[in-house]
């Protein structure tokens, strides 16, 4: 069983930058490919970004291409997700995802079987 821990997130002005930290224990987790959605209120979670086991691939829903960066260190054992340029839409509850079975960049929230608790990102304008 893997648990997934997020951080590092908080208020901040528009342009502005974050960077979310998920630290996972148990499981293997060098061997996961690793996820990022959002969820802001009255809306379904959606996509950010995803990478694959050795961070190799990396994957990232349109309107976040070239504002954020998903990284991994598997000898921390931890997936970041660094955030430039925030818009005040990209103001949401983030959760880290991880999945040990299927290929990396799955966008469907359906196919991921851990999840963090979630941090909430605020960006004001």
């Known amino acids: 069983q893997v648990q997934l821990v997020e951080s590092g997130g908080g208020l901040v002005q528009a342009g502005g930058s974050l960077r979310l930290s998920c630290a996972a224990s148990?499981?293997?987790?060098?061997?996961?490919?690793m996820a990022w959605f959002r969820q802001a209120p009255g809306k379904e979670r959606e996509f950010v970004a995803a990478?694959?086991?050795?961070?190799?691939?990396?994957y990232y829903e349109t309107s976040v291409k070239g504002r954020f960066t998903i990284s991994r260190d598997n000898a921390k054992k931890t997936v970041y997700l660094q955030m430039n340029s925030l818009k005040p839409e990209d103001t949401a509850a983030y959760y880290c995802a991880g999945d040990g079975r299927r290929a990396a960049g799955q966008r469907s929230i359906t196919l991921y079987d851990y999840w963090g608790q979630g941090t909430q990102v605020t960006v004001s304008s």
């Open positions: 990478i694959n086991w050795n961070g190799g691939m990396t």
């Open positions: 148990g499981g293997t987790f060098s061997m996961y490919a």
